[in-house]
């Protein structure tokens, strides 16, 4: 553990805390101490996100959201996970999840991401909010009232019977997982200037989001024929689900545990130093 002591302008204790400073006592000094700075990259080990200049104290004076957003899209990710692989008989594309969508994905999230955006966490702040909008339309999709799968189905009876009826909604509702694919590949590649759970985090939700748009546009195609692949697909999408998950989860215990003081740490895989940000290369040239 390094920290520099000094005195600032107006001669109260000032503290840095270096790299090196474990979790938990950095949590604990930015809660009891007058006037603190932090590096780089024990920032992002706490927060999940590169650091920035932020004006005030809210940083030293509320706790740390990042982890409500992680338990809303833990509860939300584990459970479809296994719906997707069918494990023990789970099934019905995560119906039985839907509370469960709706409140820990969806509100959670969204509460997580609403109070980074008041800390200046622009990252992971956009991250939170717009899965859990995702959750949220998700949860919704699958409630009867809003009708979004009915309303494909064709008058006639045969047409129903022979599954046509699904061929609009499969087509629809990849371009939806297609566009979150794309804005995980975004966030995939913010994420490497944070740490290596992060990146599996968005790398596993790219490829689960990829397999299902192609599971949907392959049912849409040919419902009876694509069947068996598409339901390949979707089992793949649960796999990587389940990886993301447990990625999530490690992320989770690593917050936690800092946050009650435990004498356990554990490592994130810092990126910070890898990939220098705009503003170090722009002072190099200087």
Same mark, same amino acid.
């Given at each position: 553990?390094?920290?520099? @002591?000094? *005195?600032?302008?107006?001669?109260?204790?000032?503290?840095?805390?270096?790299?090196?400073?474990?979790?938990?006592?950095?949590?604990? #000094?930015?809660?009891?101490?007058?006037?603190?700075?932090?590096?780089?990259?024990?920032?992002? #080990?706490?927060? &999940?996100?590169?650091?920035?200049?932020?004006?005030?104290?809210?940083?030293?004076?509320?706790?740390?959201?990042?982890?409500?957003?992680?338990?809303?899209?833990?509860?939300?990710?584990?459970?479809?996970?296994?719906? &997707?692989?069918?494990?023990? @008989?789970?099934?019905?594309?995560?119906?039985?999840?839907?509370? $469960?969508?709706?409140?820990?994905?969806?509100? !959670?999230?969204?509460?997580?991401?609403?109070? +980074? $955006?008041? !800390?200046?966490?622009?990252?992971?702040?956009?991250?939170?909010?717009?899965?859990?909008? $995702?959750?949220?339309?998700?949860?919704?999709?699958?409630?009867?009232?809003?009708?979004?799968?009915?309303?494909?189905?064709?008058?006639?009876?045969?047409? %129903?019977?022979?599954?046509? +009826?699904?061929?609009?909604?499969?087509?629809?509702?990849?371009?939806?997982?297609?566009?979150?694919?794309? =804005?995980?590949?975004?966030? !995939?590649?913010?994420? *490497?200037?944070?740490?290596?759970?992060?990146?599996?985090?968005?790398?596993?939700?790219? %490829?689960?989001?990829?397999?299902?748009?192609?599971?949907?546009?392959? =049912?849409? =195609?040919?419902?009876?024929?694509?069947?068996?692949?598409?339901? #390949?697909?979707?089992? @793949?999408?649960?796999?990587?689900?389940?990886?993301?998950?447990?990625?999530?989860?490690?992320?989770?215990?690593? &917050?936690?545990?800092?946050?009650?003081?435990?004498? %356990?740490?554990?490592?994130?895989?810092? &990126?910070?130093?890898?990939?220098?940000?705009?503003?170090?290369?722009?002072?190099?040239?200087?």
């Amino acid at each position: 553990m390094e920290n520099d @002591g000094s *005195i600032d302008s107006k001669g109260s204790n000032h503290e840095h805390l270096h790299d090196s400073t474990s979790p938990e006592l950095a949590m604990h #000094k930015m809660k009891t101490a007058g006037s603190i700075s932090i590096s780089p990259a024990l920032f992002e #080990k706490l927060y &999940l996100s590169p650091q920035n200049k932020v004006k005030g104290s809210l940083r030293q004076t509320f706790g740390n959201p990042t982890a409500i957003g992680l338990t809303g899209h833990v509860i939300s990710i584990g459970p479809l996970a296994a719906d &997707l692989m069918g494990w023990r @008989g789970a099934g019905g594309s995560g119906a039985a999840s839907i509370p $469960f969508f709706l409140y820990f994905g969806g509100v !959670l999230m969204t509460l997580g991401g609403i109070l +980074e $955006f008041f !800390l200046g966490n622009t990252f992971p702040s956009v991250v939170f909010v717009s899965f859990g909008a $995702f959750w949220l339309s998700y949860g919704g999709l699958l409630l009867p009232q809003l009708n979004a799968y009915a309303a494909y189905a064709p008058p006639d009876a045969t047409s %129903i019977a022979e599954g046509l +009826e699904t061929t609009g909604f499969n087509a629809s509702f990849g371009f939806v997982t297609l566009s979150m694919g794309l =804005l995980c590949f975004m966030y !995939l590649a913010c994420s *490497i200037r944070t740490n290596i759970a992060f990146v599996i985090v968005f790398l596993t939700l790219l %490829i689960a989001f990829s397999l299902i748009t192609g599971a949907y546009w392959a =049912l849409a =195609l040919d419902y009876t024929g694509n069947g068996g692949f598409a339901a #390949k697909l979707l089992e @793949g999408a649960g796999a990587s689900s389940f990886v993301c998950a447990a990625a999530s989860w490690w992320i989770l215990f690593s &917050l936690m545990f800092a946050s009650v003081d435990m004498p %356990i740490s554990l490592p994130l895989g810092d &990126l910070s130093t890898r990939i220098p940000s705009a503003t170090d290369r722009k002072l190099a040239q200087d």
